[in-house]
């Protein structure tokens, strides 16, 4: 992701207990980036860079027990890890966008 506001959107599932999805993004600018699920599952995530230092978590601040992950970024390679809540499963989306600085 790069340049002017860019959005990019996916869809995942968490199959159950011990059900881990991870998601690469490279980021090619610096900006403000926000992570933001929608759905019935109540999942968490959090947001690694290439180093895997924690850079942005979260687990309810979105709307119905989603969360919403926000942090500025540089460029480089960031892993998003998402995990249901409760050893739960279930269907979810990903909305990302990156604000340029």
Do not use: E, K
Request: contains cysteine.
């Amino acid at each position: 992701l790069g340049g002017g506001a860019l959005t990019a959107s996916i869809t995942g599932h968490i199959g159950g207990a011990g059900d881990v999805d991870m998601f690469s993004l490279t980021v090619t600018a610096p900006g403000n980036l926000t992570i933001a699920s929608s759905g019935p599952t109540d999942i968490t995530a959090s947001l690694s860079d290439s180093d895997g230092t924690l850079v942005g978590s979260d687990d309810n601040s979105g709307s119905r027990y989603n969360f919403a992950v926000q942090s500025a970024v540089t460029p480089g390679t960031y892993v998003l890890t998402v995990r249901h809540c409760c050893s739960g499963s279930g269907r979810y989306q990903l909305d990302t966008v990156l604000n340029p600085l």
